[in-house]
């Protein structure tokens, strides 16, 4: 076997690559994730990469993709329906990508794989597809914090495996479904733990149906929605329930007697709605802390004796309840006690807190009620409210009659034993005293189980938490920072939480997913009394460790200061770079005299002396800087990871493209003569020809034919203006085809192209094609004829998928290549346009029976409107034929050529005469689209992947 050419930069390429191989992507998942990436803006720099197994937030198994874990990368766009390709996908969680919009696709109950669906926080909207029901196996449905609308599709109530169900803070409407003789209801969700329906717009009765002894619900949220009728009696079945909100809704009748029941109930939120009858008799609700019923139609009522007898009770708010008579003492004393809120009640008589009140009591507020007197006692008082009572006269200048002033807990994490520094620009110190960019959020608690936020140590046991939970995972952080306790209108504690890294003063995107992932998956349990809570990431836009898209603030003195820093360290840089810069060049070029491969040629000399050559002439560098005006910038037509292309004109007045390697491109001197030989082989009319090099003064240069009307893409996509229509494009694939074949058939060696595509193929002045870019080139000994096994290379739309899977190499992947570059012309679609690949849509779109096969739709319309639509039909059929699944099943590129030649000269075209000169009309210095030989990829020089440096010997 040939190989082109070895250095040790491109062997630890290759080792990583087959290395990689076995988690070589399945061509299916390839296409949907090209199609994600197509669709959503800000996606991560590494999804350029050819593999999407690396990309960052996606996760593989094997060679599929099985999670997709992107919290807070600040994603646009809409989610693809192709997504319902990843057939093995297990996890999909983008929380807190606000820009990402629109409805979720109808179709995404295909993906039978998924135990997560988490989209906490984005900006979808539309109703919530009711396959949703149909994914087997999911575990966490959270779609909270969203705009949806419509109903809760009634199939949920399919999934029996479903854990966690989040559709809270949404635009949600009708009522809650529950199974009846037409199908399925979330009464059937037996595992279901979580009910999270809050803040949305649903209505009607809560269906009585809903509750069984069968359910595991701990959570019961609906608060601030619309429902009416009354709280079903079989609420009291749910044994296992610890919260229930029920809270701003426009509920009627009584209480059900039998919610006493539920003893381990924790928080019950009934405010703000039109209950009525007596109250409740909650005695024996022993784990009840948090009580909230104000705001109801309640029949007055004496103050109950289970007021005193919750041992639990932290809070007990009550406010407009028609509550009379006078509180017993002994409520004050339960033992955990912090808020009595009873404003506008009846209360009378004495208020008496006795002297064994709670320890945490902090706030009793009893004002516009008919309290006369207060007992008076030494020690530590809570903050007592009696303003609009009787006790409070005109005048009266005792504390408890103003209305104090709010003072909000201004609760932070406190520094660990050090003093903050100054931070530069946008970074944070963290508690630590390290300056670094913080990944932020929200917390909510939907029902905490406190309500005074005076007793720090509940928050120091949530920042031990957090941390906890991030090193369990490895994840690198510094340390939390949580501040600023406060309660908001729907009665949920939010808290501003800061997340520090630790290593590097920025997260990486991997990092700012996987901790995303562990707050909205709730991986991470917050310590108990906090209940059930969920999590807003800010967007992080500092992955980079740089400003890019963070806001600026305005100059200050430690701006200044941290930029003059940061200018000095750069100068050093820059002088030590300089400096090592100028050591390697010499030293580079002391390594090229020394070992110089073409010294044998007379670069002065007849090219002719050297046999391998046929025809390719050695130029000096002199000479090449001349014919480009000094490398111009006027000259550059195309640049890339390898380096420069310039324009050139020769001394003879021949057009040139001179494709200029940079430093930390070149190749070796052997691999770079071995490449030249090759190249110089090769001549054909359709095949870009290789008209000399240069290999002077550490340079490394290709000279090539000016091919003058760019890449096929470019003409196609309408960027050249050059008006193809459907004759020329049959002339343009014949020249292809022609071009493909003589590499096969010969070329010597034969040569496997291996990366046909549009950008591949040039068009002259007179729109013949020519093929260009051997980057991927496989040359083929006489002793593997038949085929080679090698690393998969090509692009992503043409690759041949009999290749991808066996990595046998083979013309036919050509054939394949050529058969999709068919449907371009047919076309002028890319092959995977807004995630549709051209081949399966042509052929889902097929109907033999109808003229133009029933695709005018796909049909470029210059095409559909061809006088010679029989001509049109068996290029079609002819493009199938070349991506027939199976190699053996596809023509050679012979037999295409001949196909291409008989359906011209059926539609009356002779193929032997070329279209007349379009350079008139074209401007070919436009720098208004991608030159070819901009392409990255093209020829050896690529700084990427030149995979035949893979092949043993
Ligand atoms: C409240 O319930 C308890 C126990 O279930 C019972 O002993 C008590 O009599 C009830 N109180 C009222 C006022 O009904
Ligand atoms: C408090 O009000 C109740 C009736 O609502 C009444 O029976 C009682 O006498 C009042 N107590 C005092 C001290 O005013
Ligand atoms: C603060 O809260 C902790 C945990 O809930 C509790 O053990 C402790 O007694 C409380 N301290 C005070 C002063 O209330």
């Known amino acids: 076997m040939m190989i082109l050419r070895i250095d040790f930069l491109s062997l630890v390429i290759a080792l990583s690559q087959v290395l990689a191989i076995a988690a070589l992507i399945d061509p299916n998942d390839y296409v949907v994730l090209r199609s994600l990436k197509d669709s959503w803006t800000h996606t991560p720099p590494n999804w350029d990469n050819d593999d999407p197994c690396v990309w960052e937030g996606i996760g593989c198994a094997g060679n599929r993709v099985v999670s997709i874990t992107l919290a807070s990368n600040g994603l646009e766009g809409q989610l693809s329906s192709d997504i319902t390709g990843l057939s093995e996908l297990q996890i999909m969680d983008l929380s807190y990508n606000k820009g990402l919009t629109g409805p979720l696709p109808t179709s995404i109950g295909n993906l039978k794989k998924l135990t997560s669906l988490i989209l906490v926080g984005c900006g979808f909207s539309g109703a919530i597809p009711a396959s949703v029901g149909s994914l087997p196996k999911l575990q966490y449905l959270s779609l909270n914090s969203n705009n949806f609308i419509g109903a809760i599709p009634p199939s949920i109530g399919n999934l029996s495996s479903l854990s966690w169900l989040d559709l809270a803070d949404n635009k949600l409407t009708g009522s809650i479904p529950v199974s009846d003789e037409s199908g399925p209801g979330l009464d059937m969700l037996f595992h279901t733990k979580h009910f999270h329906f809050g803040k949305n717009q649903l209505s009607g009765d809560i269906p009585s149906k809903l509750f069984s002894s069968n359910l595991m619900l701990v959570h ?95 809070t007990l708010v009550m406010e407009k309840t028609q509550l009379r008579g006078q509180l017993p003492v002994t409520l004050f004393s339960l033992p955990q006690l912090q808020t009595v809120s009873l404003k506008k009640n009846r209360i009378n008589g004495t208020l008496d807190i006795g002297s064994s009140y709670s320890k945490q009591l902090s706030l009793i507020d009893l004002r516009s009620n008919f309290i006369d007197a207060f007992e008076h006692r030494s020690g530590y008082t809570p903050q007592i409210i009696l303003v609009d009572n009787p006790i409070c006269q005109e005048g009266d200048h005792e504390s408890y009659c103003s209305i104090p002033q709010q003072t909000n807990s201004s609760y ?42 005076g007793n720090f140590s509940l928050f120091t046991s949530l920042q031990k938490k957090l ?36 290593g590097q003063d920025f997260f990486n995107r991997s990092v700012i997913s996987s901790i995303g992932f562990m707050l909205s998956n709730q991986t991470f349990k917050p310590p108990p009394g906090f209940g059930p809570f969920f999590f807003i990431g800010d967007s992080y836009p500092y992955f980079a460790g740089s400003l890019a898209g963070a806001h600026h603030k305005s100059a200050n003195t430690t701006v200044i200061i941290g930029v003059a820093a940061g200018g000095v360290v750069l100068l050093l840089l820059l002088v030590v770079a300089g400096v090592y810069a100028f050591r390697q060049r010499k030293r580079a070029e002391t390594a090229a005299k020394q070992s110089n491969p073409f010294a044998l040629w007379d670069p002065k000399a007849n090219t002719g002396g050297v046999p391998q050559l046929k025809g390719a002439k050695s130029f000096t560098f002199d000479e090449l800087k001349q014919s480009t005006n000094n490398f111009s910038a006027s000259n550059d037509i195309g640049k890339g990871g390898y380096g420069t292309v310039y ?44 008209v000399g090099f240069c290999f002077d003064q550490g340079e490394q240069m290709l000279v090539y034919e000016y091919i003058a009307n760019g890449t096929l893409r470019d003409s196609l996509s309408g960027k050249t203006g050059l008006r193809l229509d459907w004759i020329r494009r049959l002339r343009i694939a014949l020249g292809a085809a022609r071009g493909v074949q003589y590499l096969h058939d010969l070329a010597d060696p034969p040569i496997i192209h291996r990366d046909i595509k549009s950008n591949n193929i040039l068009l002259d002045d007179r729109l013949s094609a020519k093929v260009a870019d051997f980057g991927l080139s496989k040359p083929m000994g006489d002793s593997e004829r038949g085929h080679v096994t090698t690393q998969v290379k090509g692009t992503m739309g043409y690759l041949d998928p009999e290749y991808y899977m066996t990595q046998q190499l083979t013309e036919k992947s050509d054939v394949y290549s050529f058969g999709v570059l068919l449907f371009e012309l047919l076309t002028s679609r890319t092959p995977i346009e807004k995630g549709k690949y051209i081949v399966r849509e ?9 003229d133009m096969y029933n695709l005018q739709s796909l049909l470029d319309p210059i095409v559909s409107y061809s006088t010679s639509p029989r001509s049109v039909e068996r290029v079609v059929d002819l493009a199938l034929r070349c991506v027939q699944e199976s190699g053996v099943d596809r023509p050679s590129m012979s037999q295409v050529v001949k196909e291409i030649e008989s359906i011209m000269e059926a539609a009356g075209v002779n193929p032997n005469v070329e279209s007349a000169s379009t350079s008139a009309s074209h401007d070919v210095d436009s720098k208004g689209f991608n030159h070819p030989y901009s392409n990255d990829s093209l020829f050896a020089y690529s700084g990427g992947f030149t995979p035949s440096r893979l092949e043993p010997k």
């Open 647 to 690: 324009r050139g004109i020769l001394s003879t007045g021949q057009l040139v493209a001179i494709k200029r390697a940079q430093q930390g491109s070149m190749q070796g001197g052997l691999e770079f003569k071995t490449e030249i030989e090759l190249l110089s082989r090769v001549h054909h009319k359709n095949v870009v020809s290789l």
């Open 412 to 453: 932070s994490t406190p520094m660990d034993n050090c003093s903050p520094t100054p931070c530069a620009l946008d970074k944070t110190s963290s508690p630590n005293c390290a300056c670094s960019y913080p990944y932020s959020g929200t917390l909510y608690f939907r029902a905490p189980s406190f309500s005074s936020y």
């Open 842 to 850: 042509v052929k889902q779109a097929m109907d033999t029976s109808k």
């Open 220 to 314: 019961l949220l609906l608060e601030h929605n619309q429902f009416t009728g009354s709280i079903p009696s079989t609420l009291a079945l749910v044994k296992s329930l610890e919260v229930v909100r029920l809270d701003r809704n426009s509920l009627t009748g009584p209480v059900p007697p039998g919610i006493n029941n539920l003893t381990s109930l924790q928080e019950l939120f009934l405010a703000n709605n039109a209950l009525e009858g007596s109250l409740p008799n909650l005695t024996g609700m022993s784990s009840l802390n948090y009580i909230d019923m104000s705001n109801n139609s309640f029949d007055p009522t004496d103050i109950p004796p289970w007021f005193s007898s919750l041992q639990s009770l932290t």
């Open 467 to 502: 941390m906890t939970t991030f090193n369990s995972q490895s994840l690198p952080v510094d340390s939390v920072s949580v501040s600023n306790p406060t309660k908001n209108i729907d009665n949920y504690l939010l808290m501003s939480l800061r997340i520090f890294p630790s």
